[in-house]
């Protein structure tokens, strides 16, 4: 997950909490507004009932002969007031409380107000209700209203939020992480410097560089003694395989040496071989070569099955290109796959069966070119699956054959194209070496 999208998450958590925390908060404190709210209103109109009392007198609300009592409902019963003879005539201060009161064969919950007081020595009682239907439904519209005005404004801050994280965050996403993303060689790595107000990121970004020209520093010393060890290694090498090949010529040599002199000679032929295929693993790992090829794979198969068919019939082993004719590769280094192709065909020979058949297809499937090199060989072990492209690795560690670097060039020369190569192989019945290179760095042409 991006950073920018964590930043933006975590503040929307944050913010939701609080908004939780206040959404309690504010539905007590609605419910304790609503209540005040409702006595005083009562407070108000018992307040007016007592001035209408005193300026008209009692008299004009109930017939105290009769000791009726004065009754006044609004139309919709959601108001109403009292006035009794209050037989205990004891002064009472306002008392508020919750009751049910039945009104025309219907019950109702009043919020009630209960006031007695003194006229002529006379006790009455004043009772006014308001209905809590009435009251929580207002006190549920407050709710709802509050509810919504902080969504909108939870919505608001978080949308805020991310465009305030995307303008912080632009110089590490736009800059910085491009860079990163951009790396294939050091030497065209972009140097340039972060114009940010942000002095993390100006900083990441001078450490970024400084640390790529040391990279780059490293990559060219490092190849500089690449090319110092092959001079140095093959002048003695050479000088040696001439010394040998001298003694065996000049027929001074004694015969019982001429064996060993022949052993050593394959020992430099052995020793060469294996410094020229590290040094090319040591090249195509530091990106010194080309990827600008365009040519024919369906050609480029059957020159490697033409130049390695003696291997095949010693094997009396056969090879299938069945790659289209039309069926073309560019954007590669072309003597680079020559090698891989090269180096799995040898491999599915020396490890194949007499009598044995190995074919080669290639195909597009999704975003992806496949090539495919099937034999019906000996197979692998599948505990020696993992390790067989690791140098000085062999599929077969008793056969003595080759050095074990074969796969490690066909890994070195995959990774170089940014491709990904896999092995299925089931013991006694052959194996199946798989390479696929993404069609974004790999151009692939097919016709029929």
Known sequence: ????????????????????????????????????????????????????????????????????????????????????????????????????????????????????????????MLEIGKNIQLINSLNKMMKNISITIILIVLLITIVVDIGINKYLLHPLNKLIIRKLKTITNPETFDFSELNSSTSDFVYLNNALNELMHKVTTILKN???????????????????QSKLENLLVSGNLPEKFVAGVLEQQNNLNRLQQIIKALLLIARI???????????????????????????????????????????????????????????LVSNAIKYNRDGGKIRIICFETGSKFCIEVIDNGIGIDLDQIPNIFNRFKRADPTSGEGYGLGLSIVSSI?????????????????????????????NFNSIG
């Open 1 to 124: 997950m991006r950073l920018e999208l964590k930043l933006a998450l975590i503040g929307a958590l944050s913010k939701i909490v609080i908004f939780l925390i206040l959404f309690i908060l504010m539905q007590q404190v609605i419910d304790k507004q609503a209540l005040r709210q409702t006595d005083h209103d009562l407070i108000k109109m018992k307040d007016k009932t007592m001035a209408i009392v005193s300026k008209i007198g009692i008299n004009s609300f109930l017939n105290i002969e009769r000791d009726s009592v004065y009754a006044s409902y609004n139309m919709l019963k959601d108001e109403y007031i009292t006035i009794d003879l209050d037989t205990a005539k004891i002064p009472a201060p306002v008392v508020f409380s919750n009751e049910a009161r039945e009104i025309e064969d219907e019950d109702f919950d009043f919020r009630i107000l209960n006031y007695g007081f003194v006229i002529n020595n006379q006790h009455y």
């Open 222 to 240: 490092q190849q500089k003694f690449t090319a110092d060890v092959s001079h140095e290694l093959f002048t003695p090498i050479s000088i040696m």
């Open 285 to 343: 790992e530091n990106d010194q070569f080309a990827k600008n090829d365009s040519f024919s794979f369906r050609d480029l198969v059957d020159e490697i099955i033409l130049n390695i068919e003696d291997r095949a019939e010693m094997k009396n082993v056969t090879i299938e290109n069945l790659v289209h004719p039309n069926d073309s590769l560019s954007n590669v280094n072309k003597s680079l796959i020559y090698i891989l192709m090269f180096n």
């Open 414 to 442: 995959v990774s170089f194209h940014n491709g990904s190569i896999e092995v299925q192989s089931v013991k006694g019945e052959g194996s199946t070496f798989k390479i696929q290179f993404s069609l974004k760095n790999v």
